[in-house]
T-cell receptor
Framework: DAKTTQPPSMDCAEGRAANLPCNHS???????VYWYRQIHSQGPQYIIH?????ETNEMASLIITEDRKSSTLILPHATLRDTAVYYC?????????????WGAGTKLIIKP | KAGVTQTPRYLIKTRGQQVTLSCSPI?????VSWYQQTPGQGLQFLFE???????NKGNFPGRFSGRQFSNSRSEMNVSTLELGDSALYLC????????????FGSGTRLTVV
């Protein structure tokens, strides 16, 4: 079962910051949050991941609440090419392996 | 560097047949994972291989199997195909079997008729 909840769709104006929320209220202390996106007809693309600290890379920023029950992915200056389905994922740790539990994702549409 | 290559890109099979899909990971990557993506179920984990050993398996019937070769290339096989097996099958590779840093291929679109 998915461990994350995301809004099914969102719109954002080109050039503005896109803020994508994710709820993961049942996350455990050692479970990472990952974000991937999938552009139509392509395989998912890694964006960013984090455990409890905020993270930033060349693509996006990840803000995780102090209680770790939710997070927000921020695309600082959205372009039309950022239109995609964005997945918030929890990495679950097993006895000797890891597994990514994918949610349903948010379809982000960037409008000119 | 070359990305993850999946072949074939498209495939049409008949119910009851079997199919083999191939995945060539990024050079140097030893972990290969397979996912099934359908409109109704989204992305579902099938299995993960690391250095020719299956390290992790999702909740799919035994008709779904896979293997990894010494050069890290992987194949997955589905026997006795059912209509519900129609999906996009995605392969992802990473350096280690730690669940991060995946690079996905473009997938194989399987249609069962």
């Amino acid at each position: 079962d998915a461990k994350t909840t995301q809004p099914p769709s969102m719109d954002c104006a080109e050039g503005r910051a896109a803020n994508l929320p994710c709820n993961h209220s049942t996350i455990s202390g050692n479970e990472y949050v990952y974000w991937y996106r999938q552009i139509h007809s392509q395989g998912p693309q890694y964006i960013i991941h984090g455990l409890k600290n905020n993270e930033t890379n060349e693509m996006a920023s990840l803000i995780i609440t102090e209680d770790r029950k939710s997070s927000t992915l921020i695309l600082p200056h959205a372009t039309l090419r950022d239109t995609a389905v964005y997945y918030c994922i929890v990495r679950v740790e097993g006895d000797s392996n890891y597994q990514l539990i994918w949610g349903a994702g948010t379809k982000l549409i960037i409008k000119p | 560097k070359a990305g993850v290559t999946q072949t074939p890109r498209y495939l049409i099979k008949t119910r009851g047949q079997q199919v083999t899909l191939s995945c060539s990971p990024i050079s140097g990557h030893r972990s290969v994972s397979w996912y099934q993506q359908t409109p109704g179920q989204g992305l579902q984990f099938l299995f993960e291989y690391f250095s020719e050993t299956q390290r992790n398996k999702g909740n799919f019937p035994g008709r779904f199997s896979g293997r990894q070769f010494s050069n890290s290339r992987s194949e997955m096989n589905v026997s006795t195909l059912e209509l519900g097996d129609s999906a996009l099958y995605l392969c992802a590779s990473s350096l280690e079997a730690r669940g991060y840093g995946y690079t996905f291929g473009s997938g194989t679109r399987l249609t069962v008729v």
